[in-house]
Nanobody, 123 residues
Framework: QVQLVESGGGLVQAGGSLRLSCAAS????????MGWYRQAPGKQRELVAV???????NYADSVKGRFTISRDNAKNTVSLQMNSLKPEDTAVYYC?????????????????WGQGTLVTVSE
């Protein structure tokens, strides 16, 4: 079994900070990239930030300068530090990973999604 588990969501006041974490578990061979997406009610899921195995990052324009994505390759985890939060950041945040795993003795290339963690930013 290979899965992603997110944590760190919650309720915070505008201007505050939260740190989200995502851990990949299972017979993982390598992780090519991990990222965070979010989906607000009635909205399409959108990319927030992504980081490659080499450390390259990309951010949505709406979060540049406020959010920072990082990863720990040894622990197969990715984190999203969210500062200066705005009510517009309220959404369910989903971890995403593009990885290679060994399943039933076979090498497979997978894209996985976490179950989501809710972030609510009040006025």
């Amino acid at each position: 079994q290979v899965q992603l588990v997110e944590s760190g969501g919650g309720l915070v006041q505008a201007g505050g900070s939260l740190r989200l974490s995502c851990a990949a578990s299972g017979s993982i061979f390598s992780i090519n990239a991990m990222g965070w997406y979010r989906q607000a009610p009635g909205k399409q899921r959108e990319l927030v930030a992504v980081i490659t195995s080499g450390g390259s990052t990309n951010y949505a324009d709406s979060v540049k300068g406020r959010f920072t994505i990082s990863r720990d390759n040894a622990k197969n985890t990715v984190s999203l530090q969210m500062n200066s939060l705005k009510p517009e950041d309220t959404a369910v945040y989903y971890c995403n990973a593009n990885l290679a795993a060994v399943i039933d003795g076979v090498y497979r290339y997978l894209e996985l999604w976490g179950q989501g963690t809710l972030v609510t930013v009040s006025e």
